[in-house]
């Protein structure tokens, strides 16, 4: 049990919300179906979105950032809030939509060089099923092992509570640990904000933290556990000993609370995924925000670079792009702010120097994405299940020299990855605990990888991997380190004092890091600006 409920950790992240909308004026919405008509500028003059017809036409929100948090955003309000806003428009600087999510195709492969698979919870199903991709989902095998590696050898985490008294990751006395820990029989709460590496051995135990969370740590975030805080990387959790008292009290108290609230019917559209498992798609994760930019149609706008932000007197926002047609305006009711925090904080600036200040402070440590691939004969004798390499992945603790953060099985996860014979690996490498990734070249990592692997998952006499792809991303997640609420709080604020009523902040750094936070927070994004344009746009 207490093993299990350190690796819910893993599963669990925070939620904050977007700031609350004050009372404010706007304009009022026009509802004459929405075309964007941009002209070219000549020199400095700006142009402005207009509808045919010729009157200035103000969008009902701009979302700024083409990435899965903005398209999702979008989303949801065209399926769930299209009464208020149906004059939606999503605009990315890059040629690309998707942000992070980046597929690619070649030789026979097909692999994922940013985030790999997603939790298949209710709103990311909701939203593939709303962008037609219900046909395409793939599911991981819900049996799959996971692995730590502890003292040379990969060890099975426990997948369920049979699971318990035979793993052999952690003593019989780190179990009695965590066991007494998690009734509440440990050290009281310090009065300050605990960073994950306190909070979990104050109550479970040095062994849960440094053979299961630490390397859990390193494989969401990428992060130092010594650093990330508690409540604000996997606020569920934390809350579990704010309201109960211990963890298990607070999971008593939860599943109370829950019993006594009407269960909603979950919609019928959507698949049951079976057990604890994973999610992509059958051509990749690119199959969802490519899906929702072609429902959303010309109103997704590539290589937009936001330059400037300004309130106008009606109470909307005009913003100025630098456009491959030339410089150009639009007039919004709202923005959403998608962009990461330092890319945000550079255009609000202007605005808000607190916001901005704040938004600065945020640390995206670098992370490579290495794809490798071996011939299934090179996997050891004693990794394969039935004669295959079967399971999710393997992590690894900063304290068992390995450099390779994780690795995900990717030919074993889902299905048509690898061609016959071959065995593909995605190796995560960097993070906060190593910078230093920026200073090597590709080969360098790829070699650093490979000799992690011969470690204890590659045969050492094995030949040479087949390199698919290699990408570094310089600043990959945001990292949710102590303090961080306290400043995203500051940022709302110093907007909301300032009368920026209506500008929203979104993205990885406000919902949380995994793919399906972003997209429960963005169903969550989409509520606020509902609410503030239906609450005050038409008075």
């Not at 964007?36 to 009157?55: F, H, M, W, Y």
């Not at 600087?93 to 030789?107: C, F, M, S």
């Not at 304290?399 to 690795?407: D, R, V």
């Amino acid at each position: 049990m207490t093993a299990l409920m350190g690796l819910s950790l893993l599963r669990s992240s925070t939620f904050v919300s977007p700031f609350s909308i004050p009372n404010h004026q706007l304009p009022p919405r026009s509802h004459k179906p929405f075309k964007l008509r941009c002209s070219v500028a000549e020199g400095p003059t700006i142009s402005s979105s207009k509808i045919d017809g010729g009157e200035s036409s103000i969008a009902d929100c701009v979302i700024v950032g083409g990435g899965i948090s903005g398209l999702c955003i979008a989303q949801a309000l065209a399926t769930k809030h299209l009464d208020v806003a149906s004059n939606v428009i999503v605009t990315e600087a890059r040629d690309r939509i998707g942000g992070n999510i980046t597929t690619v195709e070649r030789d026979g492969y097909l692999w994922e060089e940013g985030p790999n698979s997603f939790q298949p919870s209710d709103s990311i199903l909701t939203m593939a099923v709303d962008s037609g991709l219900k046909g395409d989902l793939v599911l991981g095998d819900p049996d799959a092992p996971r692995f730590v590696l502890w003292d040379g050898k990969l060890r099975p985490v426990p997948a369920k509570p049979t699971d318990l008294p035979f793993f052999d990751l952690m003593s019989i006395g780190g179990k009695f640990r965590a066991g007494f820990g998690a009734i509440g029989i440990r050290p009281p709460p310090p009065g300050h904000e605990e960073s994950v590496e306190e909070f979990v051995r104050r109550n479970l135990g040095a062994e849960v933290f440094e053979r299961l969370i630490e390397p859990f740590c390193s494989g969401v975030y990428a992060g130092d556990p010594s650093k990330l805080s508690m409540k604000a990387a996997f606020g569920r959790v934390w809350k579990l000993e704010e309201i109960g008292g211990s963890i298990i009290g607070g999971t008593f108290k939860t599943i109370q609370e829950r019993n006594k609230t009407p269960k909603l019917p979950r919609d019928p559209r959507l698949p049951k995924p079976k057990g604890q498992t994973v999610g992509s798609f059958r051509k990749g994760l690119a199959m969802l925000p490519e899906a929702i930019a072609t429902s959303l149609g010309s109103n997704v706008k590539l290589s937009w670079k936001l330059s400037g932000i300004t309130k106008l007197g009606n109470g909307g926002y005009s913003l100025t792009y630098e456009t491959p047609e030339g410089v150009v305006s639009l007039q919004s009711r709202s923005v959403v702010m998608t962009v990461p925090s330092h890319v945000a904080s550079n255009l609000l600036h202007p605005l808000s120097a607190a916001a901005a200040d704040a938004l600065s402070q945020f640390y995206y440590p670098p992370v490579a994405s290495v794809t490798i691939s071996y011939p299934k004969e090179s996997i050891r004798k004693d990794r394969l299940i039935d004669g295959e390499l079967k399971g999710f992945g393997q992590l690894h603790p900063r304290s068992q020299g390995i450099e390779t953060l994780g690795t995900i099985y990717s030919s074993s996860l889902f299905p048509n990855r690898a061609p016959p014979g071959r065995v593909l690996l995605l190796n995560y490498i960097g993070g906060a605990t190593n910078p230093g990734i920026l200073s090597k070249t590709e080969g360098e990592l790829v070699e650093a990888v490979d000799r992690d692997l011969r470690k204890m998952l590659i045969d050492p006499n094995a030949k040479d991997p087949f390199v698919v792809g290699v990408r570094v991303w310089p600043k990959a997640i945001p990292q949710f380190l102590v303090g961080h609420l306290d400043l995203l709080d500051t940022a709302k604020t110093a907007l909301r004092d300032s009368g920026f009523h209506g500008l929203f902040l979104g993205g990885n750094y406000v919902s949380g890091v995994a793919l399906g936070r972003c997209v429960e927070g963005a169903y969550e994004a989409a509520v606020e600006v509902k609410e503030f344009l239906s609450n005050y746009a038409y008075n």
